[in-house]
């Protein structure tokens, strides 16, 4: 993995890793199009997706289970205590992207 420029993409869709290391990484409703095409272009994979609730400073989330503050936006993100989405992405569409 060449973290040097998954770091540039990161800072790029201001997508936030999770914890330790790259295995999650939140990124907003407006930007996650051209994050996840960014990744396929370099050469990344996905394998899963969970949701989060985004959580403006100061209101409570609704559904989301807590989780960790942003470092792009003024508030902070949610686990939504349901299932992750496993993906395949198609080899087609890694060539077309």
């Known amino acids: 993995m060449d973290k040097e420029r998954l ?3 990161l800072e790029l869709h201001k997508a ?13 409703r407006e930007n996650y199009g051209l994050f996840i095409s960014d990744l396929i272009k370099n050469g990344f ?3 899963s997706i969970s949701w989060w609730e985004w959580c403006q400073d100061g209101k409570e989330c609704n559904y989301g ?8 936006y ?3 993100f949610a686990e ?3 299932e992750v989405d496993d993906i395949s992405i198609d ?7």
């Open 45 to 47: 994979i996905i394998e």
């Open 16 to 28: 936030q890793p999770v914890g330790h290391g790259y295995i999650d990484i939140i990124v907003s």
């Open 65 to 72: 289970l807590g989780g960790p503050q942003s470092i792009y």
């Open 80 to 82: 939504l205590p349901i």
């Open 91 to 97: 080899e087609s569409f890694t060539n077309e992207a």
């Open 7 to 9: 770091d540039t993409i």
């Open 74 to 76: 003024d508030g902070w």
